[in-house]
């Protein structure tokens, strides 16, 4: 049996309907510097768009399916 690869598994969770949410790059260092819009919207959570990366992404966050 495969393990999970918990890199993924840190960045990437899937919802109940399956669908993979990621966080938004960009909220680490050099705030100050950013418009507090900006940060908003960074520290929201977005939807993964792309069918064929998030097929792979629950593949690897649950190999044994």
Do not use: H, Q
């Given at each position: 049996m495969q393990?999970?690869?918990?890199s993924i598994a840190k960045r990437?969770?899937?919802?109940?309907?399956?669908k993979?949410?990621?966080?938004?790059p960009g909220k680490r260092h050099m705030?100050?510097?950013k418009n507090k819009k900006q940060l908003?919207?960074?520290?929201q959570s977005q939807l993964l768009?792309?069918?064929?990366?998030s097929r792979s992404i629950k593949q690897a966050m649950s190999p044994g399916l």
């Open positions: 393990k999970t690869k918990k990437f969770k899937v919802t109940g309907t399956g993979v949410v990621r966080r938004k705030l100050r510097n908003r919207r960074m520290g768009d792309c069918k064929k990366m």
